[in-house]
């Protein structure tokens, strides 16, 4: 099976008005620092959260694979082969591919690469900024998470939503079979990472404190998990998100056929 692993991880995490930091750039790694004026960051929250964290570089550039390998493992506690995955999933977003050994947050922010239309958090690319996050198109999304507790299908009916919304509003919206697996594929981060991978659920106000502020909710009690993240989790969480997306009552045959798809795993949200 092909995989796509990039939020977190496309954990599938621009910052609100983030002000230049007034804290030195050679903060520790983990201390949280606002993105400097000239710092490069991109559509995924996650990826933008663990650089504004110094567990990638800080400025949002040089993302070599010992870098995000690195970055992912001491952050996030990934598995440090699916973090070699995952840099190889985005590597190709580099303008210097097939010959790049590294890539930066803007290379990401290209359309149709492994950016795309109906985010949970960001405009589509058609009206304007796709990587700096939307609080307006956000509270919508959010909407559909009503409890503290978020179930993958309350997360599932946000995608849904933001689809309906973009193929109704945006004239260019485009969605292939990728992208969705793509979009399932990013929903895994935030139960990975603030939820209980076996249950497939994530709690409300760290994910919302996350994608907001694009800071680990560390404030409120969280920490990285102590059990290693691995491709196996991955797969089977975002095997199980997939079943919620078809809207139809009793055909276990569609649902199945996009859980077999969801091993693509990205980021963006």
Excluded at 2 to 29: H, I, R
Excluded at 112 to 132: C, I, K, M, P, T
Excluded at 179 to 206: C, M, Q, W, Y
Excluded at 211 to 219: F, H, W
């Amino acid at each position: 099976m092909k995989l796509n692993v990039l939020s977190v991880t496309t954990l599938v995490f621009g910052l609100v008005a983030a002000k230049k930091s007034q804290q030195p750039v050679d903060a520790p790694e983990g201390q949280w620092v606002a993105p400097a004026k000239d710092a490069f960051r991109g559509p995924c929250p996650m990826l933008n959260t663990l650089a504004n964290h110094g567990f990638l570089p800080r400025d949002g550039r040089n993302f070599t694979e010992y870098n995000v390998v690195n970055g992912l493992n001491h952050g996030l506690n990934f598995n440090r082969s699916l973090g070699a995955v995952m840099f190889q999933q985005a590597i190709p977003a580099s303008p210097n591919y097939p010959n790049a050994t590294s890539f930066t947050l803007n290379d990401l922010n290209v359309h149709g690469v492994l950016e795309h239309d109906a985010s949970l958090s960001r405009q589509d690319a058609y009206f304007g900024n796709n990587h700096v996050f939307d609080k307006k198109i956000f509270k919508t999304s959010k909407a559909w998470w009503p409890n503290e507790t978020i179930t993958g299908q309350q997360f599932i009916d946000a995608k849904l939503y933001r689809q309906i919304v973009s193929r109704n509003t945006n004239p260019t919206y485009s969605f292939s079979s990728t992208v969705e697996s793509f979009s399932i594929g990013e929903l895994v981060a935030p139960v990975v990472a603030f939820g209980d991978k076996h249950a497939i659920t994530a709690n409300r106000s760290l994910v919302l404190s996350w994608i907001e502020n694009e800071r680990l909710p560390t404030a409120l009690g969280w920490h990285k998990p102590t059990e290693e993240v691995t491709m196996d989790d991955i797969l089977s969480v975002a095997g199980a998100l997939g079943t919620h997306v078809s809207l139809l009552t009793g055909n276990k045959t569609v649902a199945s056929s996009h859980s077999k798809r969801a091993g693509h795993f990205a980021i963006p949200l």
